[in-house]
């Protein structure tokens, strides 16, 4: 089993930065990919960036282009997301997720409890 705790989520205001960690532990695959999802009130779950075990990164939320920015430091498990010039509409619930590779990151294997980020206008 894989356990993920993620941690820096809070209340900033527009323009401001937040970066949430996301540190995975337990039976993790020698090499694996990590994530992040959102979700906003009323709305769908959101697939953001990933990140393979190599470096390898791939997005889908034109939304957070230029704005956010996915890392990880494989030595600790951990994957981060640097959100910076946040809007209102970035309020929601942020998921870091971990799936075998990066193809797999939006059917992941495993999901965080979520971390609150509210923008405030």
């Known amino acids: 089993q894989v356990q993920l705790e993620e941690s820096g989520g809070g209340l900033v205001q527009a323009g401001g930065s937040l970066r949430l960690s996301c540190a995975a532990s337990?039976?993790?695959?020698?090499?694996?990919?990590m994530g992040w999802f959102r979700q906003a009130p009323g709305k769908e779950r959101e697939f953001l960036l990933g990140i393979g075990w190599s470096g390898l990164r791939t997005s889908s939320a034109d939304s957070v282009k230029g704005r956010f920015t996915i890392s990880r430091d494989n030595a600790k498990k951990t994957v981060y997301l640097q959100m910076n010039s946040l809007k209102p509409e970035d309020t929601a619930v942020y998921f870091c997720?971990?799936?075998?590779?990066?193809?797999?990151?939006?059917?992941?294997?495993?999901w965080g409890q979520g971390t609150q980020v509210t923008v405030s206008s």
């Open positions: 997720v971990l799936a075998s590779s990066v193809v797999r990151l939006r059917a992941p294997d495993y």
């Open positions: 337990g039976r993790t695959d020698s090499s694996f990919a």
